[in-house]
């Protein structure tokens, strides 16, 4: 087992939530919310889908640029924006 | 190893999982300047992802340390290559800024993606790829206590089974759609490749199914039922999360922007020394066509070693890299995708999640480029990645050409001064 690691702290969509150091931006969206990233064309929610950086479902905006959260890791300070933020990434 | 942004460097290296890996530490030694470039946080790729979720093996361990010793290695992580603007040179993008790096030698190192198939309720969250959810556990989501089904084709359903289990999560049901004969043939030459035969006795599952497939996920705004087909009858399973993948597709489109022909298994043409038709530039690992991190590892070192010269220590490596492209070969004769399989789509069904295009408005095209014109089919964020290699399967259309820039990029980026090209050379 690894030891349990320590928390930091992001903003998501205008609150500040602790999670675990060394995890993705991807794996807090599902800890502190429902997960989902963005509206599709029509009107869906949307979430991580491939995993890899492929798909672009999970995009959202980190520290005002728009960013994939599978291959992002959450940093101290780091500001997140879901659609459910008011904002189209 | 170093971490700067180089302007320039004698072996590019485009991915850092095994082959990547494995390429950079046999160029090495030579002293030539190695950059490693690689789209994720930290080097291992897919199968060697590190992250909070996991625990890496030794031998692993010990290559990515191997790694830091060399002072003539840079590793880019975080960072993409997103435009090839001139010959031997191209625009690189991290978080921060894009920048042009000009190479002698390439080593593509891509790997694959997975093929993931339009089925009613696909878009739902909670359903992801299956390597994908692996990808998302490793990366420290979060499944314990979930129910979790798996679902499509080959043996990394099984691996995905165990990471999610190892995680607290419940897998009710892996469904395998291919037959109980071809799946007892694979496991059968499995004892040709002794350490695949121990990895798989550590995988079996109870809820194991062959013949099945998902027919429908449906829930309200979040993934709360699948619907199986299993053998004969239909299953309906309540469940958190829904991992389905239905085998791999090389990813190509870099190597296709540096002038690359594929194969006919539309993956990267490389010869015995991993070279590709373009002069100066090899590839290796699944970009050039799967068959798992041990082959990756070993086509890597013959690509690192032939791009330094060093032919005579690569050609020692051909009867290993031979016993592993007989495996690849059997993997892809016993999991062969079912006709059925491959037309789960109903006409209301989403197939370019990018854009919303639903199935009943290109079933009726006549070919990529009309649903493009009349859809936007493919014009989305992921550039026809997930829905070209969709309607493949579904119409049998052709994949488009990939296009510059390979994926969205910031406009400072595509905005960078050219670096200076030498037209003596």
Redesign the interface.
């Known amino acids: 087992m690894k030891p349990q690691p320590s928390n930091l702290f992001i903003t998501l969509d205008s609150k500040v939530h602790p999670v675990p150091v060394g995890i993705t931006v991807a794996a807090a969206l599902s800890q502190c919310s429902d997960g989902t990233t963005r509206d599709s064309v029509s009107g869906e929610r949307r979430a991580a889908f491939c995993g890899m950086g492929i798909c672009q479902e999970c995009r959202v905006l980190i520290n005002g640029q728009r960013r994939l959260a599978c291959q992002t890791l959450c940093a101290p300070g780091m500001v997140v924006l879901t659609r459910s933020g008011g904002v189209e990434p | 190893m170093t971490t700067i942004r180089p302007d320039s460097c004698d072996v590019l290296i485009m991915g850092a999982g095994p082959a990547g890996l494995a390429a950079a530490l046999a160029a090495a030694p030579t002293g030539v300047r190695i950059v490693l470039v690689d789209?994720?946080?930290a080097p291992g790729g897919?199968i060697w992802r590190d992250?909070?979720g996991v625990?890496l093996p030794a031998g692993v361990k010990r290559r990515r340390e191997a790694l830091l010793q060399h002072t003539n290695i840079t590793l880019l992580s975080?960072t993409r290559v997103v435009t090839v603007p001139h010959h031997k040179v191209v625009l690189l993008e991290d978080?921060e800024q894009g920048w042009h790096l000009r190479y002698d030698k390439a080593i593509l190192c891509t790997g694959a993606?997975?093929l993931?198939l339009p089925f009613p309720g696909w878009?739902l969250?909670?359903?992801?790829?299956a390597?994908?959810?692996?990808?998302?556990i490793k990366?420290?989501?979060?499944v314990r206590g979930e129910r979790i089904v798996v679902a499509g084709s080959g043996p990394l359903l099984l691996a995905v089974a165990a990471t999610a289990q190892a995680a607290g999560a419940q897998v009710l049901r892996v469904a395998e759609q291919a037959p109980l004969s071809q799946v007892a043939a694979f496991t059968g030459t499995l004892l040709r490749w002794p350490s695949k035969a121990v990895q798989a006795l550590g995988l079996v599952q109870i809820g194991y199914r062959t013949s099945s497939f998902v027919l429908a996920a449906s829930g309200q705004?979040?993934l709360e039922s699948v619907r199986l087909q299993q053998g004969g009858k239909t299953v309906d399973l309540a469940c958190d999360r829904l991992a389905c993948g239905f085998g791999l597709i090389p990813n190509t489109q870099i190597g296709q922007a540096l002038g690359c022909v594929l194969n006919a298994d539309q993956a990267i043409a490389v010869d015995d020394w991993q070279a590709c038709s373009q002069p100066d530039h090899f590839a290796a690992g699944e970009c050039t066509g799967f068959g798992g991190s041990e082959r990756a590892w070993l086509q890597g070192q013959i690509a690192g070693l032939a791009a330094v010269g060093r032919h005579a220590q690569a050609q020692v490596l051909w009867p290993s890299r031979q016993r592993w492209d007989t495996f690849a070969t059997v993997l892809k004769q016993h999991f062969a995708l079912q006709d059925k399989v491959k037309q789960l789509a109903e006409p209301d069904t989403i197939v370019c999640?990018?854009?919303?295009v639903r199935y009943s408005q290109i079933a009726d095209c006549s070919g990529w480029v009309e649903a493009k014109l009349t859809t936007r089919c493919g014009m989305?964020?992921?550039q026809g990645?997930?829905c070209g290699a969709a309607t493949h399967q579904l119409f049998g259309w052709t994949s488009p050409e990939p296009r510059m820039p390979l994926s969205?990029t910031?406009i400072s980026s595509l905005l960078q001064k050219p670096v200076k090209i030498d037209r003596s050379e």
């Open positions: 789209d994720n946080p897919q992250g909070p625990v975080g978080a993606r997975e993931l878009t969250p909670g359903v992801t790829g390597g994908g959810l692996q990808a998302l990366g420290g989501l979060s705004g979040h999640r990018c854009e919303d989305g964020a992921c990645r997930i969205p910031r």
